[in-house]
């Protein structure tokens, strides 16, 4: 064990990680300062589509009708506009279409599920903003089961079992089946946008 007198620690977390361990961290190492990450604008977005290109070796530039398309599915989202951007790649690989033009984009988006996922979070209930900012804070890698939602929101197992149903086929959360049971998680990609959601939650509530 080491000890250390002066040290800079950076550490980067998720909201509702942060929130769940907090409590824990803070007499440990306490926090001098937070700095909230926030969405990227267009105009860097593009500027991330260049360097995406600059990455991959390719000299071809999205037009700006695809910049528009891949920026309001992904919602600034540096990790996902990149996810478009590479699936686009490949969905004009597979199609033999041009590299990152507005069809490509759009295969891409749908592919990855997020052609309309802003909507259709944006629409969700309360009861199931609940449920999902539940399967964040206190699921782990594998996901959740519904009995732990169960006793978390303190409702019965029908109610969650129609949430997860209702969400599932929503595309927002995908399952794994586990013997009799099964885990389940939000989308990966889906993640970032509902935890958007969820934090702008907050901030009405507040």
């Known amino acids: 064990r080491v000890s250390v007198e002066n040290a800079f620690l950076v550490t980067l977390w998720t909201p509702e990680s942060w929130g769940r361990w907090r409590d ?33 070796g390719s000299d071809d530039v999205p037009p700006t009708d695809a910049i528009d398309v891949a920026f309001e599915c992904s919602r600034g989202v540096p990790g ?47 009861a199931k903003l609940r449920l999902l900012r539940d399967m964040l804070t206190k699921g782990d890698e594998r996901g959740i089961r519904p009995k732990r939602l ?25 399952s794994v089946k586990q013997g009799r049971s099964a885990q389940y998680s939000v989308d990966s990609f889906i993640m970032p946008l509902v935890q958007m959601r969820l934090e702008k939650e907050v901030e009405i509530n507040v």
């Open 150 to 174: 169960v006793e978390s929101l303190g409702i019965d197992k029908s109610t969650v079992s129609y949430h997860l149903s209702d969400l599932s086929s929503a595309g927002i959360v995908d």
């Open 24 to 56: 824990d961290i803070e007499p440990e190492i306490p926090t001098t300062k937070q700095i909230k990450l926030s969405g990227l604008t267009k105009t860097e977005c593009a500027d991330l589509a260049g360097t995406v290109g600059d990455f991959i």
């Open 80 to 126: 996902l506009f990149t996810s478009v951007l590479l699936e686009s790649l490949k969905q004009a690989f597979l199609e033999d279409w041009q590299p990152w033009d507005t069809e490509s984009v759009s295969k891409a988006v749908e592919q990855l599920g997020i052609a309309d996922a802003a909507d259709r979070i944006e629409s969700l209930s309360q």
